[in-house]
């Protein structure tokens, strides 16, 4: 692993660091903001998953959420939302391949040898993480933007007992349904709908939920409801009685100044969930 | 207008008085509390509409929402569920007839000549407020608990601008759908289905929303659970992409200590609302 760059922010350090990934075949990059209490000891770990064409550094430079981190003492990760390199398959559209890895690991050519987010992020990184860092695995927590929503609650949801919490701004809710969705699940999985649903938000509300608290905003001027569908997943919580609010922001659109405007409601929502554990 | 009795609380009075109803044709009773600040000026009214077999009293005296109206320097109103009285027609099931109004205008025997909720809460009572205490009626929110959750929604929703805000606990969120509400619907307004539309927050709430914030609160564990039917609500709101939360409490039931538990947010809630106006 190496330190692309190291920042002091908030009393704490952001991190950028670089590492060659088994999981997706080709060097990684990721931000990690460690908050001064973790020179003294293990802090508890909130993911942050980006969406469509980001790479780690968006959010890390554009969300504000070191300042609501430091202020609860925990430690924010941002990965990358795909493999990088000459080497890696991509596709001229920008909703697939590169910067759109969607939080799953491709079967099909030519995506299959590098496009293995969920790898990645559910067992890589984490293993990294915990390894190089003062950071308390024991107590994580996950929230996302958009595809990054829709990876956070995917994960929080397919892996349980791992996060205290999830959260989502804006989540890709309901992908096998979307455009947002179809169309990368059926390049990276094929048309195996059965796995296509164990990618689905809305799907896993339905068949499991999420034991824990769940926090979702959505904004009423996002340009892009008819692709998220909030709806579903909202009826979804509320028919299986998860714990959990699903909020409306009133004319707020898809970005990252909706994204830093509720920032620190996430923050502390998560704080909650970490420090009671 | 008679007082029934005066009560110093938290600084302001909470006051019970009855009065010659015209809408119901009976003698109908109301709580009031006015906080301090309205000594000095009509100060802004939140609604508490209650619930099925309760009168004024109930969250009056169980809901604790005196403190919360207190420091937000508002006042609240309780009217009673039904009209009374020996020559006002009853049902042996709790669920129609006295305590049970559902705040609508009956207009089947035997309910007609006495069951005008509707109007009583949305024409007579504000008047006689407006006239006989120091309340800005250019400032009125409301909210409510199971049947007066679904009389809070649909009064909202049926008053466009009216009302800053609404909230509701655990309201009754899709009668037309309900044994808690078809039986009802039936038997006030026979069976013309066009105006139990109109008492139906989900339906309401597809065909034109509200033009406000709007505050759900739903405890997971309420016994009542499939006659409220929330999922309807969070669902329709959200396809509309309505302002507003909807928030399922983990573990909370159908009772006044899940009530009293989120009145601090629901007050703090409308009293925003209020003060933006």
């Not at 704490?12 to 990721?30: I, L, P």
Request: hydrophobic residues 40%.
């Amino acid at each position: 692993m190496d330190t692309a760059s190291e920042n002091k922010c908030f009393g704490g350090t952001q991190g950028v660091y670089t590492h060659a990934s088994s999981a997706c075949g080709c060097e990684m990059t990721f931000g990690l903001f460690l908050p001064a209490e973790a020179q003294d000891g293990p802090v508890p770990l909130l993911w942050y998953l980006s969406g469509l064409t980001c790479t780690h550094e968006n959010a890390m430079t554009k969300a504000g959420a070191q300042a609501w981190a430091a202020e609860h003492g925990i430690a924010l990760v941002f990965p990358d939302t795909s493999p990088r390199g000459e080497d890696v398959a991509d596709d001229e559209a920008y909703d697939l391949g590169k910067g759109a890895g969607f939080y799953v690991n491709a079967t099909q050519a030519p995506w299959a040898p590098h496009f293995r987010m969920w790898d990645y992020v559910a067992e890589e990184l984490p293993a990294l993480l915990g390894e190089r860092f003062a950071l308390d695995m024991e107590r994580q927590a996950i929230t996302g933007h958009s595809m990054g929503g829709h990876g956070a609650l995917t994960l929080a949801m397919g892996l349980p007992g791992r996060f205290c919490s999830v959260s989502a701004f804006s989540p890709i809710a309901h992908p096998t349904q979307s455009d947002w969705g179809r169309k990368q699940l059926g390049a990276y999985l094929g048309e195996d709908h059965a796995t296509w649903a164990t990618h689905d938000a809305t799907l896993l509300m339905r068949e499991t939920g999420f034991d824990g608290p769940i926090l979702i905003d959505q904004g009423s001027d996002d340009q892009f409801l008819e692709l998220l569908k909030p709806e579903a997943l909202a009826e979804a919580m509320a028919a299986r009685r998860q714990e959990g609010s699903f909020r409306m922001q009133r004319g707020y659109d898809h970005s990252y100044f909706f994204v830093s405007s509720f920032m620190e409601d996430h923050v502390a929502f998560h704080a909650d969930a970490l420090y009671a554990k």
